[in-house]
């Protein structure tokens, strides 16, 4: 079960935003919420990231619309497509390669 969170917030981190979404989320950071876990999501400047108290660390970086990442769980890069206009407060689903996460910014 652990190792699934994990993977699920290493694919959620990986999940859809677009340019607008993507600042204010890697700016504020994030919520990602995977079967009832909620798993908070922080971001830095120098394109890092940590999770899971930081059991989970990883790269991102912006590509259009989307967010990419890889991190210490699946070191193969994985973008996903983030909607648009979303803001701080905000929350919406995003679905990636190992399913449905929700995804609420700070």
């Known amino acids: 079960m652990r190792r699934y ?17 993507l600042q204010e989320l890697t ?8 079967q009832g876990m909620d798993i908070e999501v922080t971001y830095t400047p120098d ?5 899971m108290n930081g059991q989970v660390t990883g790269e991102w970086r912006i590509d259009g619309a989307k967010l990419c990442t890889k991190s210490n769980f699946d070191p193969n890069e ?8 979303k803001k701080s407060g905000d929350k919406f689903d995003v679905t990636g390669p190992m399913g449905t996460a929700t995804i609420t910014i700070k």
Do not use: M, R
């Open 27 to 34: 700016t504020k950071g994030s919520i990602l919420t995977v």
């Open 47 to 51: 394109g890092k990231f940590t999770a």
């Open 78 to 85: 994985s973008c996903v497509e983030y909607p648009t206009g």
């Open 5 to 21: 969170l994990i993977a699920a917030a290493a694919l959620a981190l990986a999940t859809p935003a677009a340019a607008d979404t």
